[in-house]
Nanobody, 125 residues
Framework: QVQLVESGGGLVQPGGSLRLSCAASGLAFSTYTLGWFRQAPGKERKFVGAIKWSGPTIYHAASVKGRFTISRDNAKNTVYLQMNSLAPEDTAVYSC??????????????????WGQGTQVTVSS
């Protein structure tokens, strides 16, 4: 059974930083492309970024480029999302997702097979 479990969310002030983690089990992690998505209340889910299974190819959405960085540690079966210079508009539930094996990067949620439950990130003073 595949499981993706996010952690690291919370409340942070504008301009602050958070690092989200997503620990995976039940799949050949190193062969899966991992993505991060976010969904704000009342809005549709949006792509944040993805990291290819073969690494280091990474794709970030324009809205977070230069502020957010995705990385992965295949030895720990974990993908990370480092978020800097956070702003109130970054407030959302952040979810990780996996597609594979050996598939290309994608920004489309429908192309990801496995999903975590999400972690809440709130940016507020």
């Amino acid at each position: 059974q595949v499981q993706l479990v996010e952690s690291g969310g919370g409340l942070v002030q504008p301009g602050g930083s958070l690092r989200l983690s997503c620990a995976a089990s039940g799949l050949a992690f190193s062969t899966y492309t991992l993505g991060w998505f976010r969904q704000a209340p009342g809005k549709e889910r949006k792509f944040v970024g993805a990291i290819k299974w073969s690494g280091p190819t990474i794709y970030h959405a324009a809205s977070v480029k230069g502020r957010f960085t995705i990385s992965r540690d295949n030895a720990k079966n974990t993908v990370y999302l480092q978020m800097n210079s956070l702003a109130p508009e970054d407030t959302a539930v952040y979810s990780c997702a996996a597609r594979g094996p050996s598939l290309e990067l994608s920004g489309a949620a429908s192309e990801y097979e496995y999903w975590g439950q999400g972690t809440q990130v709130t940016v507020s003073s």
